[in-house]
């Protein structure tokens, strides 16, 4: 009760920036977990997918994998597809490449989509801490300045540590929001290095069963 009583205290006393601090943070937190939990669901389907459509491209059965990739809505599915629908009508495996790639451009920005806002919420909520503290600074010098000379010591000293509440708000609240930036910025680098690793592979049975073709 005492630790939830000091949290509203510094809360309250922080002043009026301490309010917009808490916004940029809700709005932080709600892109965050609704980036990680996309993220996440992106992760699952393609590596479900993968499992399902590798064995298929590794014993040639290139019309069920065809078929297993126009069903999905999966990323790696839409990467896959564009591989496979040229797979045979294409002989040169650098233009399967380069549609394989096209595709990837399409996919990246959909799954960096938002992220880059939770880092900017975190600066932010850093720079109106500071921007609270230096307001706070100003009035509390203001008001020292008509104070009683007795008095201006206290006063002055209470008055800083009231303004460094912003200070301290927008540092509590910048920090978890980068670490957090840090962790969807890795997935999603996660995802995109499945993604090419997919296309390499894809791209390497294409070119062997293309070899066996024109050998027979």
């Known amino acids: ?7 509203v205290e510094f809360f309250t006393t922080g002043g009026a920036f301490m309010y917009p601090i808490l916004i940029v943070f809700a709005v932080g937190l709600a892109i965050a977990i609704e980036r990680y939990i996309t993220l996440t669901g992106v992760t699952r389907r393609n590596r479900r997918i993968w499992e399902r459509v590798q064995p298929l491209l590794d014993q040639g059965q290139f019309d069920e994998a065809r078929e297993v990739t126009n069903d999905d809505q999966s990323t790696i599915s839409q990467v896959l597809s564009m591989g496979l629908s040229l797979q045979g009508a294409v002989h040169r495996r650098e233009d399967i490449e380069i549609a394989m790639e096209e595709s990837m451009m399409g996919i990246v920005p959909r ?19 500071l921007l609270g503290t230096i307001m706070g600074l100003i009035q509390a010098f203001t008001a020292v300045a008509n104070a009683n000379p007795a008095e201006k010591a206290d006063l002055l000293s209470a008055s800083i540590s009231v303004a460094m509440n912003t200070t301290a708000f927008g540092l509590m609240v910048a920090i978890p929001l980068l670490v957090v930036h840090a962790v ?33």
Do not use: C, H, Q
């Open 1 to 7: 009760m005492n630790v939830l009583y000091t949290l």
């Open 111 to 129: 799954l960096e989509k938002r992220t880059p806002y939770v880092a900017l919420a975190s600066s932010i909520a850093t720079l109106l801490g």
């Open 184 to 216: 969807l910025t890795s997935k999603t680098g996660d995802i995109i290095d499945s993604l090419e690793m997919a296309t390499v592979k894809s791209l390497n049975v294409f070119s062997r069963n293309a070899r066996r073709v024109a050998g027979a």
